[in-house]
């Protein structure tokens, strides 16, 4: 398995491009501020990390985070180097909450649209010529779903051009739920912090759009509105594997063992070891069964080499963007491979014991050399996603 990565877009709480997005992370300025999206009169929890595209009323609308894919994806393919045609060309979707939040909108205040718009692929369609959409909803490992079987189509030869994206937005129902899931409500989330109190949501988009590895074409290849003809001639990066699992074992719980086998999974794909990692994407929610899974899999995984790559988790500047978390952080890791900067883990000042001695902290880094990066991504009901991502000079 391998794909040329030839074009990115993201949208997030601290930025309106990738670029933007990458640098307020590697400045350590964070999305979250006081709950806009409904009142929160009725929560424990008051803050959110969301995207200000709201009008100057204030009051919210339906279809925002189809805008925000729309937003993405175009970015991806103006920075491929492509027409906004994807006539033949697969797009794939992942998501969480789809647009669950039009639909509260519309039940609650009568907000209206069209109901063919809760699909994704009707705005794609409409936009781009998509004739080939797939939704993915893989809980908050989707968009790194999406990626493997991407990665897949252009590996068996079912295409030369994949769009992969991923885009959520926070829910009045899912907030609640969240709200009384907690012991204590949360007001930021600070991954791996003994602080921690549990995860806050994200608004999101991001989406890349991956090409053929020249080196691993088969006989018989799609060609034609699918290929990558007149795209750029420079990757930005290689994605190596990608490991995935569902083992079930809880509906919200993560199993560290299992963890440990997708991210094992991945590195055997990718025909790499631990030590050949430089950075890992932590999945860091925030939560403490998380984290403290997450960190026992990398343990296990890393061995004596669990100190050796630098750890970020950027969650704590943008919120769980949920199935475009994924994404999210690949995008993030491909741009600290190509420049070097490693963004923080901000707040973390009082780290748990599994990552007290790996190399994670509350500090932007600059890491010259990086070359191999590691991003996870998992979900309720044991979704297990690792990739692995190279520099692709």
């Not at 997005?21 to 400045?27: E, N």
């Not at 100057?56 to 894919?69: C, F, I, K, Q, V």
């Not at 590996?155 to 769009?163: K, M, S, Y």
Request: proline residues 6%; hydrophobic residues 40%.
């Amino acid at each position: 398995m391998s794909a040329l990565i030839t074009g990115m877009g993201a949208v997030s709480s601290v930025g309106a491009d990738r670029t933007s997005t990458f640098d307020a992370l590697c400045a350590g300025r964070s999305g979250l501020a006081p709950l806009r999206a409904f009142a929160p009169a009725h929560y424990r929890a008051r803050h959110a990390y969301e995207i200000d595209d709201r009008p100057a009323s204030g009051e919210d609308r339906p279809l925002r985070p189809t805008d925000w894919l729309l937003a993405a994806v175009a970015e991806a393919l103006a920075d491929a180097g492509r027409p906004d045609d994807l006539a033949g060309v697969p797009v794939l979707v992942g998501t969480t909450l789809r647009e669950l939040r039009s639909v509260e909108l519309r039940w609650c205040e009568d907000a209206p649209f069209d109901p063919a718009d809760l699909h994704f692929g009707t705005a794609l369609r409409r936009r781009f010529g998509a004739d080939r959409t797939y939704t993915v909803g893989n809980a908050c490992a989707a968009s790194l779903y999406a990626l493997g079987l991407a990665c897949d189509l252009l590996d068996l030869g079912e295409a030369d051009t994949v769009v992969v994206a991923g885009t959520d937005t926070i829910t009045e129902s899912t907030y609640g739920m969240l709200d009384r899931v907690y012991r204590e409500a949360p007001d930021t989330v600070l991954p791996f912090d003994r602080r921690r109190r549990g995860m806050l949501q994200g608004d999101g988009a991001a989406a890349v759009v991956l090409t053929r590895d020249p080196g691993t074409a088969r006989a018989g290849s799609t060609t034609g509105s699918g290929t990558a003809a007149g795209g750029r001639d420079a990757a930005h990066a290689r994605v190596r594997s990608v490991g995935l699992n569902c083992d079930a074992h809880h509906p919200s719980a993560p199993d560290r063992a299992s963890i440990g086998r997708a991210m094992r999974q991945a590195h055997t794909r990718a025909g790499v070891t631990p030590a050949d990692i430089d950075l890992v994407m932590l999945h860091g929610t925030g939560t403490p069964h998380n984290d403290r899974a997450e960190a026992l899999a990398l343990t296990d995984v890393f061995a004596a080499d669990a100190a050796r790559p630098h750890l970020t988790a950027v969650k704590s500047m943008i919120g769980h963007t949920a199935g475009a978390s994924g994404l999210h952080s690949l995008i993030v890791a491909v741009q600290a491979l190509t420049t070097g900067r490693v963004p923080p883990t901000l707040g973390l000042t009082d780290p748990i014991d599994e990552v007290r001695d790996l190399r994670i902290g509350p500090h932007p880094v600059h890491a010259p050399g990086l070359r191999l990066a590691q991003v996870d991504a998992f979900g309720f009901g044991g979704l297990n996603a690792v990739a692995v991502v190279e520099r692709a000079a």
